[in-house]
């Protein structure tokens, strides 16, 4: 378990309704600050620009989806080990079992609650090693 | 093919007849014997009515005061033997066992040829010496005639005829030799001569007459068989004529079937070439039958399906298996690709030679595109419609919480309103999903190792909230030492709260719904007790199948898709277990379901 609180989240999500409930989820429910980035092409140098504590992935996005954005942090150290949790309409668990085995910290499926989202997000966070 | 079959198999079955190895069985030496004996008897009145006339004359012509006496004596004996021979004739045609006693009546006629012939013999040897010469020519002349006459009458059997002629002879030819006169002594040794001549006549005779009835019975065999022959090829020529009409009218059926069947129907020979076509298949392809005919077959092929299809047709080909519900890229006339869905029948001889290759097909492309045109649909489904969902709920949960600041009663009533709303939306659009993922067999699980009672204190906690909208507790009865079971957590929490749901939703306010858990050996099993009004009765057959609901007004006073137990049922026994419900005493309803416990052995091969 990290010893710090989680406090900076990145959010990468093209659907500017749910931008909004999560960051008022995050900041609302969970007092916590957020980032959002809506054009996934761009996720890479927000993350190296902010510095989060977690990266907070959706899956379908024009461009450049989820797990694509996931394996080009794979290729760049500077943003390799920052902790992503997927957040996806997909519901199939295979499809899930997929990014945890890419190596996601966890899936949280839309529809999400956003009264429950931020102790969701904590408890992958305590989860994490040190 | 059976039908072409049958009337082969019995025509090769046909030159089996009895006809050569029959024939020496037949001809048997004992029912020769018994004709002949037949035909003796048959002759043997002549010999009668000639013994009796000749007879009569002899003893006319021989009488002389001198010897009446003697003549008398010897016309007794005559007549004696007439009739004894008459009895024995008379006998013999009322007997019953002409056949069986063949070789006893035979010796009877000899004796009867013993006697009469010594009766003759008797008259020359007696009547010889004592008479003139006249008489004595006449004697002579009678004996000669008797013996020759014999001949025609005993041919039957030369035996019988030796013996007849020696016992005529034989006296005669004592008296002659010993009468002292040299002329008679001369005749006396001529008569064995004649008698061996005679003999000789009856034998040819008699080889000639066995002959002959040897030959009646190998004639009257063939036709015997000749018949036998006749009437088998009379039987099967009607079979033969019965399996053609059959093999024309199913002949006929089937072409009927080719033609007003909606399947294209292709006959192929071995080689690939196209031999005939209904008119399915000229309405699949655009072509008329006569521009395929003669065709390859390839020409019905994609340019880039070629490769794929040659491999298949050699396989048939080399098999001689027949190949089901092989999807093929066509191409049509008009160069339009189609996919159509082939089962592929080699025609097989009975020697094991491909006759034709039969093909059936059937366009396939309109039902694939309209599965994958449903797969797209669940897809969005999933996705384009949770996505604002997501939005709708998120929202609405949030103005709901208060966390965003205190709203108007009237407002907070009406986001709840829509809220409670949004979620019905999505239990409906997730229902269908899973009706569809069993529906299409895609039903992932995610198995893992857990505490049954964890899992049922996760569900309960998670609708309690529930519950007490509808003013229901959510109570456990009893208690369980922990209890590992192996099942999908996320599903097994679904099926849960579906049950619980249910019993809160028809539960009469201020009522309390129990959960159990029991140990059933192998398995555990969670119940879920309401006091609800229970199940109609109406209602009981189709619990657990889709779209189910008591009533439709149920549907809009209590909420629900009908689904939700369909879906259960199908979760609980892809996971091993099964699901049922019975009424409780003091009315109320226990619905549970049962998972077989987690054991090391029994789960090693889901684990891995």
Same mark, same amino acid.
């Given at each position: 378990?990290?010893?710090? %609180?989680?406090?900076?989240?990145?959010?990468?999500?093209?659907?500017?309704?749910?931008?909004?409930?999560?960051?008022?989820?995050?900041?609302?429910?969970?007092?916590?600050?957020?980032?959002?980035?809506?054009?996934?092409?761009?996720?890479?140098?927000?993350?190296?620009?902010?510095?989060?504590?977690?990266?907070?992935?959706?899956?379908?996005? %024009?461009?450049?989806?989820?797990?694509?954005?996931?394996?080009?942090?794979?290729?760049?150290?500077?943003?390799?080990?920052?902790?992503?949790?997927?957040?996806?309409?997909?519901?199939?668990?295979?499809?899930?079992?997929?990014?945890?085995?890419?190596?996601?910290?966890?899936?949280?499926?839309?529809?999400?609650?956003?009264?429950?989202? %931020?102790?969701?997000?904590?408890?992958?966070?305590?989860?994490? %090693?040190? | 093919?059976?039908?072409?079959?049958?009337?082969?198999?019995?025509?090769?079955?046909?030159?089996?007849? $009895?006809?050569?190895?029959? *024939?020496?069985?037949?001809?048997?030496?004992?029912?020769?014997?018994?004709?002949?004996?037949?035909?003796?008897?048959?002759?043997?009145?002549?010999?009668?009515?000639?013994?009796?006339?000749?007879?009569?004359?002899?003893?006319?012509?021989?009488?002389?005061?001198?010897?009446?006496?003697?003549?008398?004596?010897?016309?007794?004996?005559?007549?004696?033997?007439?009739?004894?021979?008459? +009895?024995?004739?008379? /006998?013999?045609?009322?007997?019953?066992?002409?056949?069986? #006693?063949?070789?006893?009546?035979?010796?009877?006629?000899?004796? !009867?040829?013993?006697?009469?012939? /010594?009766?003759?013999?008797?008259?020359?040897?007696?009547? &010889?010496?004592?008479?003139?010469?006249?008489?004595?020519?006449?004697?002579?002349?009678?004996?000669?005639? @008797?013996?020759?006459?014999?001949?025609?009458?005993?041919?039957?059997?030369?035996?019988?005829?030796?013996?007849?002629?020696?016992?005529?002879?034989?006296?005669? *030819?004592?008296?002659? $030799?010993?009468?002292?006169?040299?002329?008679?002594? #001369?005749?006396?040794?001529?008569?064995?001569? &004649?008698?061996?001549?005679?003999?000789?006549?009856?034998?040819?005779?008699?080889?000639?007459?066995?002959?002959?009835?040897?030959?009646?019975?190998?004639?009257?065999?063939?036709?015997?068989?000749?018949?036998?022959?006749?009437?088998?090829?009379?039987?099967?020529?009607?079979?033969?004529?019965?399996?053609?009409?059959?093999? #024309?009218? !199913?002949?006929?059926?089937?072409?009927?079937?080719?033609?007003?069947?909606?399947?294209?129907?292709?006959?192929?020979?071995?080689?690939?070439?196209?031999?005939?076509?209904?008119?399915?298949?000229?309405?699949?392809?655009?072509? *008329?039958?006569?521009?395929?005919?003669?065709?390859?077959?390839?020409?019905?092929?994609?340019?880039?399906?070629?490769?794929?299809?040659?491999?298949?047709?050699?396989?048939?080909?080399?098999?001689?298996?027949?190949?089901? $519900?092989?999807?093929?890229?066509?191409?049509?006339?008009?160069?339009?690709?189609?996919?159509?869905?082939?089962?592929?029948?080699?025609?097989?001889?009975?020697?094991?030679?491909?006759?034709? @290759?039969?093909?059936?097909?059937?366009?396939?492309?309109?039902?694939?595109?309209?599965?994958?045109?449903?797969?797209?649909?669940?897809?969005?489904?999933?996705? #384009?419609?949770?996505?604002?969902?997501?939005?709708?709920?998120?929202?609405?949960?949030?103005?709901?919480?208060?966390?965003?600041?205190?709203?108007?009663?009237?407002?907070?009533?009406?986001?709840?309103?829509?809220?409670?709303?949004?979620?019905?939306?999505?239990?409906?659009?997730?229902?269908?999903?899973?009706?569809?993922?069993?529906?299409?067999?895609?039903?992932?699980?995610?198995?893992?190792?857990?505490?049954?009672?964890?899992?049922?204190?996760?569900?309960?906690?998670?609708?309690?909230? &529930?519950?007490?909208?509808?003013?229901?507790?959510?109570?456990?009865?009893?208690?369980?030492?922990?209890?590992?079971?192996?099942?999908?957590?996320?599903?097994?929490?679904? @099926?849960?709260?579906?049950?619980?749901?249910?019993?809160?939703?028809? !539960?009469?306010?201020?009522?309390?719904?129990?959960?159990?858990?029991?140990?059933?050996?192998?398995?555990?099993?969670?119940?879920?007790?309401?006091?609800?009004? +229970?199940?109609?009765?109406?209602?009981?057959?189709?619990?657990?199948?889709?779209?189910?609901? $008591?009533? /439709?007004?149920?549907?809009?006073?209590? +909420? +629900?898709?009908?689904?939700?137990?369909?879906?259960?049922?199908?979760?609980?026994?892809?996971?091993?277990?099964?699901?049922?419900?019975?009424?409780?005493?003091?009315?109320?309803?226990? &619905?549970?379901?049962?998972?077989?416990?987690?054991?090391?052995?029994?789960?090693?091969?889901?684990?891995?």
């Amino acid at each position: 378990m990290p010893t710090r %609180p989680l406090e900076k989240v990145l959010y990468v999500e093209d659907d500017e309704d749910i931008q909004r409930i999560v960051r008022m989820s995050l900041e609302r429910v969970g007092k916590m600050s957020i980032e959002v980035v809506g054009n996934s092409t761009l996720a890479i140098e927000a993350m190296k620009a902010y510095k989060p504590d977690l990266v907070m992935l959706d899956w379908m996005m %024009p461009e450049m989806d989820g797990p694509a954005v996931f394996r080009k942090m794979k290729e760049d150290p500077e943003v390799a080990d920052l902790p992503v949790v997927f957040i996806t309409a997909k519901a199939s668990s295979r499809e899930l079992d997929t990014l945890i085995a890419m190596g996601a910290k966890g899936t949280i499926s839309k529809p999400f609650s956003p009264k429950d989202l %931020p102790d969701q997000l904590r408890t992958f966070w305590s989860n994490l %090693p040190d | 093919m059976d039908l072409l079959n049958a009337p082969a198999q019995s025509l090769r079955e046909a030159p089996n007849l $009895a006809l050569l190895d029959g *024939a020496g069985q037949k001809a048997d030496p004992r029912r020769i014997l018994a004709d002949r004996v037949e035909q003796l008897y048959d002759q043997l009145w002549i010999a009668i009515v000639g013994a009796f006339a000749i007879g009569g004359i002899a003893t006319f012509e021989l009488w002389e005061p001198r010897f009446g006496g003697l003549v008398l004596f010897w016309w007794g004996l005559v007549m004696l033997m007439t009739f004894a021979s008459a +009895g024995l004739l008379l /006998s013999y045609r009322r007997s019953r066992s002409k056949l069986a #006693e063949a070789d006893q009546w035979m010796r009877w006629l000899g004796l !009867s040829a013993l006697a009469i012939g /010594s009766v003759w013999g008797f008259a020359g040897a007696v009547f &010889f010496p004592s008479h003139t010469g006249e008489q004595q020519v006449f004697l002579a002349f009678l004996i000669a005639g @008797v013996v020759t006459s014999g001949i025609p009458v005993f041919a039957g059997s030369w035996p019988v005829y030796a013996v007849f002629a020696a016992s005529v002879l034989a006296p005669f *030819a004592y008296v002659l $030799a010993t009468f002292g006169n040299r002329l008679f002594t #001369e005749l006396a040794i001529l008569v064995p001569v &004649f008698y061996a001549v005679s003999v000789a006549i009856a034998y040819r005779l008699s080889n000639v007459f066995a002959t002959g009835y040897r030959l009646r019975y190998a004639y009257s065999e063939l036709t015997d068989d000749y018949r036998e022959l006749n009437k088998r090829l009379g039987k099967q020529l009607l079979e033969l004529e019965e399996a053609g009409r059959q093999v #024309e009218a !199913s002949g006929r059926k089937l072409a009927l079937f080719a033609d007003r069947a909606p399947i294209a129907v292709l006959e192929i020979d071995v080689e690939g070439e196209i031999q005939q076509i209904n008119p399915a298949a000229e309405v699949l392809f655009g072509y *008329a039958a006569t521009e395929l005919i003669g065709q390859p077959i390839e020409v019905l092929v994609a340019a880039d399906a070629r490769a794929e299809f040659a491999a298949k047709w050699r396989a048939i080909v080399d098999t001689q298996i027949p190949m089901m $519900a092989q999807l093929i890229n066509n191409i049509r006339h008009d160069s339009l690709d189609i996919v159509c869905e082939w089962t592929v029948t080699p025609l097989v001889s009975p020697d094991g030679r491909i006759l034709s @290759v039969v093909a059936q097909g059937r366009d396939m492309s309109r039902q694939l595109e309209a599965e994958r045109m449903k797969k797209e649909f669940t897809s969005t489904l999933s996705h #384009e419609l949770r996505t604002p969902l997501t939005s709708i709920i998120g929202s609405l949960e949030l103005v709901n919480s208060g966390v965003l600041g205190d709203v108007t009663k009237d407002v907070l009533d009406l986001t709840v309103i829509a809220e409670r709303n949004g979620q019905r939306l999505l239990d409906l659009i997730n229902d269908l999903l899973d009706v569809e993922k069993i529906r299409a067999g895609k039903f992932d699980l995610a198995p893992a190792v857990l505490e049954i009672d964890d899992v049922l204190e996760e569900a309960l906690v998670l609708n309690r909230a &529930f519950a007490t909208r509808y003013q229901v507790r959510l109570t456990t009865i009893g208690s369980l030492p922990a209890t590992q079971i192996y099942a999908d957590r996320k599903r097994l929490i679904q @099926v849960l709260t579906n049950l619980l749901s249910n019993a809160a939703k028809f !539960s009469p306010q201020g009522e309390t719904v129990e959960v159990a858990l029991e140990d059933r050996g192998a398995a555990v099993r969670v119940s879920v007790h309401d006091h609800g009004p +229970g199940i109609p009765e109406s209602f009981r057959a189709k619990m657990f199948t889709r779209f189910s609901q $008591a009533d /439709s007004t149920t549907t809009r006073q209590q +909420g +629900g898709t009908g689904l939700g137990l369909a879906i259960c049922k199908h979760l609980i026994e892809i996971m091993h277990g099964r699901i049922n419900y019975q009424d409780r005493d003091g009315g109320g309803t226990t &619905f549970w379901f049962e998972i077989p416990k987690y054991t090391p052995s029994n789960n090693n091969e889901k684990e891995a």
